[in-house]
């Protein structure tokens, strides 16, 4: 497969594009927050696993704790991305 095949086929992916939300709405509003950053990534990731890994389960159909896994990655990702750039200055 072509590296533009594979772009192209991975962009369409519904996994890779939750994941992609995921992330970018855990940098988004941790983003907002310039008080101990840390501290809220980490009750924000709690937050994020009673989310995913119980409402979801019980509430979303068709939702398994493997889709919670890749969900909460995202978030995980989401807010290491958040904290580099904080810790960079950007």
Known sequence: MSLSGFIA???QSPGFIAF???AG???FLLSLVHWHQGVV?????????????WFDVHYELN??????LQDWS??????VV?????GAGL
Do not use: R
């Not at 990731?45 to 009673?50: G, H, N, Q, R, T």
């Open 25 to 27: 709405v855990a940098a």
């Open 63 to 68: 939702q398994d704790y493997a889709d919670g």
């Open 74 to 79: 995202g978030y995980l990702a989401g807010v």
């Open 9 to 11: 086929k991975t962009g």
């Open 41 to 53: 990534g980490i009750v924000f990731l709690l937050v994020a696993m009673v989310k995913e890994f």
């Open 20 to 22: 992609m939300a995921h």
């Open 82 to 86: 958040a904290l580099i750039a904080s």
